[in-house]
């Protein structure tokens, strides 16, 4: 099976699996988990922040941060594509009382200044008051869209300038990092707080990172706590976390670049539209346009032909590479597609 699906999908690596079963474990509850101790001291340095802290997944990431730097009341400003607006189920409201407001995102993932600007509220006591913006890269929704140094510092000028603390989505930050050729510090540089998933091109089987300040890392420990998040002799997971970080950053290129070998071949198949300029990572999503076949009878004559992938919103969909699938998978996947798209005309 080869499965397009997401990133998500990876299997952990032979390195991963060895160093899982030999680590050194405490109870991180304790803060006496050495190789968690470990993997926070090597993601803040690697994302350029003091400290950093182990989570489960990115949502949590996401959600603890967004706990730390708000109050209930206050109010937090997103991009109507972003991930933690689209799917991560209001959890911020849910759990912290906090206001959600959207932002248009561009195509490519960015905010216009002047969108930000007109989402910021004067001094009327009748609105929420803005604390923090929330912005992501790569963009997931936007094609896995990588944002570069100088479009994430234009619009974090707008965002200090209005007052705002910033956190950043960057569940796929190394991808985005990779694909501009520039160091991930360059990209989280603004930033007060950063997420970054271990578990999607990094190949680890569990877990995230979320970086920041020592005082902040400290508030966010309590709110990883008062939503469950506590872990006891994690670093059975955080060994994996390790191997990710020192082994699987640069390789993602492979996968941008079957990427672009998918995105290319796709483009070829009749009833099938990709935009090849928005493909920069891994990620790639196209159009089905063909009338005589339907997404959900496409997504189910691929899955008979050993391809899995993920249907959007018509006549959206989606497939990432990753890990585990390499060259060759790709084209076998092509070729699917076009038998699967003909068989149906």
């Known amino acids: 099976m080869i499965d397009l699906r997401s990133d998500t999908v990876t299997q952990p690596t032979a390195a991963m699996r060895e160093a899982m079963y030999r680590a ?29 802290l182990f989570v489960a997944s990115g949502q949590m990431g996401n959600l603890v941060s967004i706990l730390a730097h708000c109050q209930p009341g206050d109010g937090v400003l997103m991009g109507d594509e972003s991930h933690i607006y689209r799917v991560e189920v209001e959890a911020a409201a849910t759990f912290g009382g906090i206001q959600v407001r959207a932002v248009p995102n561009e195509p490519d993932g960015t905010l216009k200044p002047v969108s930000l600007e007109a989402a910021i509220p004067g001094p009327y006591v009748r609105f929420p008051r803005p604390k923090l913006l929330l912005l992501e ?59 970054f998933c271990l578990s999607k091109g ?31 002799q994690a670093g059975v997971l955080a060994a994996a976390g390790i191997v990710a970080l020192t082994e699987m950053v640069d390789r993602l290129a492979e996968d941008h670049a079957n990427a672009r070998l998918l995105a290319e071949g796709l483009a070829e198949i009749e ?35 050993g391809v899995r992938l993920l249907a959007i919103a018509p006549p959206l969909l989606r497939v990432v590479t990753h890990h585990g699938v390499e060259r060759a998978g790709i084209e076998m996947a092509v070729d699917a597609f076009r038998r699967v798209m003909e068989a149906k005309d």
Do not use: W
């Open 137 to 195: 890269n790569t963009h997931n929704r936007c094609a896995g869209s990588a944002l570069t140094p100088a479009q994430m510092d234009s619009i974090c000028a707008v965002a200090r300038g209005r007052g705002l603390s910033i956190h950043l989505d960057g569940a796929r930050v190394f991808n985005a990092a990779v694909s501009l050729g520039v160091d991930v510090k360059e990209l989280t540089r603004n930033a007060d707080s950063v997420m």
């Open 24 to 52: 050194e474990v405490g109870d991180d509850y304790y803060g006496e988990d050495s190789t968690v101790n470990r993997l926070q001291a090597l993601a803040a340095e690697r994302i350029g922040k003091e400290a950093a």
């Open 271 to 305: 009833g099938l539209e990709v935009d090849l300029r928005s493909i920069q990572t891994n990620i790639v999503i196209f159009a089905l346009v063909a009338e005589h076949i339907t997404p959900a009878e496409l997504v189910a004559g691929l899955e008979t032909e």
């Open 202 to 232: 990094l190949s680890a089987p569990v877990g995230s990172l979320l970086a920041g300040s020592e005082k902040f890392i400290r508030r966010a420990r309590d709110k990883r706590q008062m939503v469950g998040g506590g872990m006891r």
